[in-house]
């Protein structure tokens, strides 16, 4: 199993989870909504901004062999799929925490 593959099945479990644990709450609407997206979009282009930032100082690459072959402006188009998956992870992890809490 390479260490690509190994980091995807970590992510399935982790939003596998996450699903589980909010499905059927209200919160899943919000995500349509554009207060979700006013939130979500700056994050979204700072992730990006970080990852152009490092790869032109070499601080991280990805090789061609250990990513998909299409790129979006020099990133891999699995990169942009995971800052989304995070977002929306995040989100729902913070509902879950502050309904906890309260």
Do not use: K
Not at 6 to 12: A, G, N, P
Not at 14 to 43: K, Y
């Amino acid at each position: 199993m390479t260490r690509g593959f190994s980091y995807v099945l970590l992510e399935i479990g982790v939003l596998g989870t996450v699903v589980a644990m909010t499905w059927g709450r209200p919160e899943w609407r919000r995500l349509r909504t554009r207060w979700f997206l006013a939130r979500a979009i700056p994050l979204f282009v700072l992730w990006c901004v970080v990852d152009y930032i490092a790869l032109a100082l070499g601080l991280w690459r990805f090789p061609p062999g250990g990513t998909l072959p299409w790129r979006v402006a020099g990133l891999p188009l699995e990169e942009y799929f995971v800052f989304i998956l995070h977002i929306v992870m995040t989100y729902f992890l913070v509902v879950m925490l502050h309904r906890d809490t309260e």
